[in-house]
């Protein structure tokens, strides 16, 4: 901020390990950006400056689901981090009041730099191309399932099969080609050592491949519920 005293930002997914997981990459810019809330399923309480939304299977920003981050009490600027640049989503999200968009492709260093402009006034898009990302781009942070050896992506998609959407619901959730999304099944169930949708189900369940609970006020008392389905 103008005055030198670092944004205070509260980072929001349903995923424990992926809000922690981004706290840790921002963690080198402290004298920067001071993330003073982590949150899965919960309405951000503290008073921020912005609120970092990371779309790791949630809802896209043209979904209802969205808008209860938007109605947060006192959310700041929003700013959705997110794979999914498509065009579209990028207006639907400007349209309901973001204030940035930002592909999981930018650095940390380059997140953070987009975070202070947004905080200076800025409407934020980066990248600014309207090209789609890779089928499996850079993927900055932590997931579940990372430490079985699954992609970002392909985490993605089994969380999804966990809690029990068809393949149509996930292309639909995560704008990928059907022939993505099950490219990225199959790559999954290798390395996963399944080989059917029920035995994936299970391995999500036993993996932790479903949403949490939690709250985390950095400055102050750590309270998180038991994970669902755990």
Not at 1 to 6: A, I, L, V
Not at 28 to 47: C, K, T, Y
Not at 106 to 115: D, H, I, N, P, Y
């Given at each position: ?6 944004l ?75 794979w ?10 400007l ?102 949708r ?33």
């Open positions: 901020m103008s005055d030198g005293t670092p205070r930002v509260a980072l929001v997914n349903d995923f424990e390990v992926v809000v922690r997981g981004l706290h840790a990459m921002l963690e080198p810019f402290g004298e920067r950006i001071s993330v003073v809330e982590l949150g899965a399923q919960v309405d951000v309480e503290s008073s921020v400056d912005l609120t970092l939304y990371d779309t790791f299977s949630e809802p896209q920003v043209d979904g209802e689901e969205f808008d209860d981050v938007l109605e947060s009490e006192d959310p700041g600027a929003i700013v959705v981090y997110t999914n640049v498509d065009p579209a989503l990028v207006e639907i999200a349209a309901k009041g973001c204030r940035g968009y930002i592909g999981k492709t930018v650095s940390g260093a380059e997140l953070v730099t987009a975070l202070e402009r947004v905080a200076a006034g800025e409407v934020v898009v980066e990248p600014a191309s309207s090209r789609l990302p890779t089928p499996e781009p850079h993927s900055p942070g932590d997931w579940p399932g990372r430490a079985e050896g699954l992609s970002a992506r392909e985490a993605e998609i089994i969380t999804l099969i966990t809690q029990g959407l068809t393949n149509n619901d996930i292309a639909l959730r995560t704008y990928l080609s059907i022939n993505s999304v099950k490219t990225y099944i199959r790559t999954a169930y290798r390395k996963m050592g399944v080989t059917r029920s035995q994936a189900v299970r391995w999500g369940l036993e993996h932790r491949m479903t949403p949490d609970t939690m709250r985390d006020d950095v400055e102050g008392e750590e309270a998180i519920s038991p994970q669902a389905g755990a």
